[in-house]
């Protein structure tokens, strides 16, 4: 029997756990969709669903972002619910990032395929690493940089948490805006990083307990990839026909169905965050930005 799509009940059976799954992961650690589902829409999906398409780089990196904008919205409003977002902060970091990844996400058109994968690949083991340090002895991002030639690139700005009416605000520097431009890149580039980077910026840098970092991280990367979302599709809308992006396609019927099951996957995720202990959850970040990173430069450097 074929469903709409051409799934059988296998297979769309097959589609909607292994999103579920990944939906739920991505959420519970407000990791980007495409963390997860960039590597799984090009290697894995189409190996266990008969249905699924091959797709290029960037039919894959958009795809995630459509994605995301479903699983998101629902584990964002989850995290609000549960008083794990600071508005505050995440306004801070949106006001860079959103802009960037708008222009990066255009960029991206005229970008190799390998030298995105070897970007995606590379910032997740640099993370992976920035996490580990921080965590095993209590390093932070300035830390990194001390007593070498980067050292006079950082401002002299207080990084203090101060209250104030009640509510902890946290100020935010130079430093901090580059950060966020980086993530903002990321984003638009590779569809990662802009939550990554506000997670380790807030609980490295800032000091914010990891609940709260979560939730705020997680409404970063929603703006940031909403705006990178909304760029991708007037783009393929009302580009040039020469534009490179024309040369994929995003197989919206299947984001639709991937999106829908994300909105339980987003409900899944932010309950487990609020249950899951803080070093299980650092843990685990740093095992899943380890394995992806090293996964996609191994098809870059030994595949091909």
């Not at 739920?24 to 999906?45: G, H, I, K, Q, S």
């Not at 995003?250 to 070093?279: H, K, W, Y």
Request: hydrophobic share 50%; aromatic share 10%.
């Amino acid at each position: 029997m074929s469903l709409p799509l051409g799934f059988s009940p296998v297979g769309l059976l097959t589609f909607v756990l292994l999103t579920f799954a990944i939906c739920t992961t991505v959420n519970t650690f407000a990791m980007e969709a495409a963390v997860l589902f960039t590597p799984a829409f090009l290697f894995v999906y189409p190996k266990l669903v008969p249905a699924f398409p091959d797709l290029a780089l960037q039919g894959a990196i958009g795809l995630a972002l459509f994605v995301e904008l479903f699983g998101y919205t629902s584990s964002v409003t989850a995290y609000w619910f549960r008083g794990q977002v600071n508005w505050d902060i995440a306004k801070s970091i949106l006001v860079v990032s959103v802009p960037i990844a708008i222009g990066a996400r255009a960029v991206s058109y005229f970008v190799p395929s390998s030298a995105l994968k070897l970007l995606f690949g590379g910032m997740l083991l640099v993370l992976s690493g920035i996490l580990y340090g921080a965590h095993r002895d209590g390093k932070s991002l300035t830390d990194w940089v001390s007593d070498t030639r980067f050292e006079e690139l950082l401002p002299n700005g207080s990084d203090a948490v101060r209250t104030d009416g009640g509510t902890p605000t946290t100020q935010f520097d130079r430093f901090d805006r580059v950060i966020a431009g980086v993530g903002g890149a990321m984003a638009g580039l590779v569809g990662i990083a802009i939550g990554e980077l506000a997670q380790t910026l807030l609980t490295v840098r800032k000091k914010v307990s990891i609940r709260l970092s979560t939730g705020t991280s997680a409404l970063v990367l929603h703006g940031t990839i909403v705006s990178a979302l909304a760029a991708n599709l007037v783009l393929l809308r009302y580009a040039p026909a020469s534009f490179s992006g024309h040369d994929f396609t995003v197989p919206f019927g299947f984001g639709l169905v991937a999106g829908v099951t994300c909105i339980g996957g987003g409900q899944m995720g932010a309950l487990l965050n609020s249950r899951v202990p803080e070093d299980r959850t650092i843990q685990t970040m740093i095992v899943a930005y380890s394995l992806v990173g090293v996964f996609t430069l191994f098809r870059v450097f030994v595949l091909g």
